[in-house]
Each structure stands twice: as structure tokens, then as C-alpha cells.
């Protein structure tokens, strides 16, 4: 079934418009009456059924109202290092369909892309259509946010008020399994760009609180890494 997100919801009427209401009436040619599904970006499912069409809007009819089964227990913030090129245009996508809640990059020392703030802001842009894209195709109840470019400084901190913080290391030995007792709500994860992280940073890191965990023997990619995590970190809380 067709699925779209809106927040213009009135009482029982949501309205689509724009790119969605021309996309309902010329490439899908649905018809009034038509059921589809409507999500909040608060994790709540709408199914609608069509009542009326102008070329620019669809109002439709909201029949029942149900939490978005698509959405994780656990809240994982993903915190990633900038890498070269479009690989952050990979991690993005698939980082929403694994079900992260919000994606923020992060400049480390080792980050060989460093882009001026007009660059970074296109960027970001471009991730977030990335993410609204993947978020209707594999069915989110929300569509995860990108944030603003952090400063490695910036992202210690904010992680360091996290309930669980966890960075990932080639020379760590903790699995992350055995971080996850609990079934924690909400945890914060750290992933490296080309290179990794310097020991400096590991060290300032541990400072702020987090954790050190290993994705295996072997080394990952920096755009393998954060799946890697993500399907490890979903598995171990019910959530694949």
C-alpha cells in the first residue's frame, strides 16, 4: 500500500501537497476512495482513504489510527565520522532502513573530507532527502534526522550525556553484546572515517565515558562499520 508522511493532519483529515499530491494523482493514478497509509513522523500509522484531489492537494479521510510497528524500541543516535566521497549517501539510506533515529558526522582528525559550511550545508540536505526516501521505502514510522556537522569536541559531549555511548575500535576486545544487558532505550554509537581513530582519541573518549567495543577480527570499512553495528545492535534487542 502506498505510503506517504505529513504532519498537516486536522482532527480526522490529513492533507498531502506538492511533490506527494502529484505523485498520488499522475504517476500512481490512484482514484478517490483509494486507501493508503499516512505517517505522523511521530511513530503513529494513518489509514486514509482518498476524498478529494486538486492538482497541488489530496485530502484524505483517516479510518484508523495505530502505532508504526517499523520502529525499533531502542533510539540509536549514530554518530559518523566524515568519510571521503558519497559513501556518507550509503550509510544514510541504509542506516534508516536498519532503523537509526538520527544520523550526526562528526569531524575527527583523521577525516580527510572537510568541507567548507555552504558545502556541508548542501550536503546535509541532500542526506536528509536521502533519508526521507528511505524511511517511505522500507516503511518508518519517522523519518530519522541528519544533523549538523559536530566537532570531534562537540560529539564527546553530547555523547557523554548519553545513557550508553559505545565507540568502535580495531583494537578493542568488548563485544558489543555484552553492552547491551539491560534493553537500554537509547544508545549513542561512534564510528570512524578512513583511518580509524587515533589513540588520543580513543583515550579522550573513554574520558568522556564511553565505551570501547569490537565488530569482530576483521577490519571493517568505515561505510561497513555503522551497518555492521546497527544489525548487531538491533539483533541483540529484538529488533531484527
Not at 482532527?11 to 500512481?28: M, N, P, T, W
Not at 489510527?65 to 520502529?71: K, M, N, V
Not at 550526526?104 to 580527510?112: A, G, H, M
Not at 545513557?163 to 544487558?181: D, K
Amino acid at each position: 500500500m502506498p505510503r506517504f508522511f505529513s504532519e498537516e493532519i486536522e482532527g480526522d483529515r490529513v492533507f498531502l501537497r506538492g511533490e506527494d499530491a502529484r505523485h498520488i494523482q499522475k504517476s500512481l493514478r490512484m482514484q478517490l476512495g483509494d486507501p493508503f497509509t499516512v505517517c505522523d513522523l511521530g511513530g503513529t500509522d494513518l489509514s486514509c482513504r482518498i476524498e478529494e484531489f486538486s492538482p497541488d492537494l489530496v485530502t484524505a479521510a483517516i479510518l484508523e489510527r495505530r502505532p508504526s510497528e517499523a520502529e525499533p524500541t531502542v533510539q540509536v543516535r549514530l554518530y559518523q565520522a566524515l568519510p571521503k566521497g558519497d559513501k556518507l549517501d550509503l550509510i544514510v539510506q541504509k542506516a534508516v532502513e536498519l532503523g537509526v533515529h538520527e544520523i550526526i558526522p562528526v569531524l575527527t582528525s583523521r577525516c580527510i573530507s572537510r568541507p567548507d559550511g555552504k558545502s556541508m550545508e548542501k550536503k546535509i540536505q541532500r542526506l536528509s532527502r536521502i533519508a526521507l526516501e528511505a524511511a517511505k521505502q522500507c516503511g518508518r514510522g519517522i523519518v530519522p534526522k541528519v544533523g549538523a556537522l559536530r566537532s570531534w569536541e562537540a560529539a564527546l559531549s553530547e555523547m557523554g550525556e548519553a545513557p550508553l555511548a559505545i565507540l568502535f575500535y580495531e583494537e578493542a576486545t568488548a563485544p558489543l553484546r555484552e553492552m547491551l544487558q539491560g534493553a537500554p532505550e537509547q544508545v549513542s554509537i561512534l564510528i570512524g572515517a578512513e583511518g580509524g581513530f587515533s589513540r588520543e582519541e580513543v583515550e579522550e573518549a573513554k574520558a568522556k565515558g564511553l565505551l570501547a567495543a569490537s565488530l569482530g577480527k576483521r577490519i571493517l570499512r568505515c561505510e561497513t562499520a555503522p551497518l555492521a553495528a546497527l544489525s548487531v545492535l538491533m539483533y541483540e534487542t529484538g529488533n531484527l
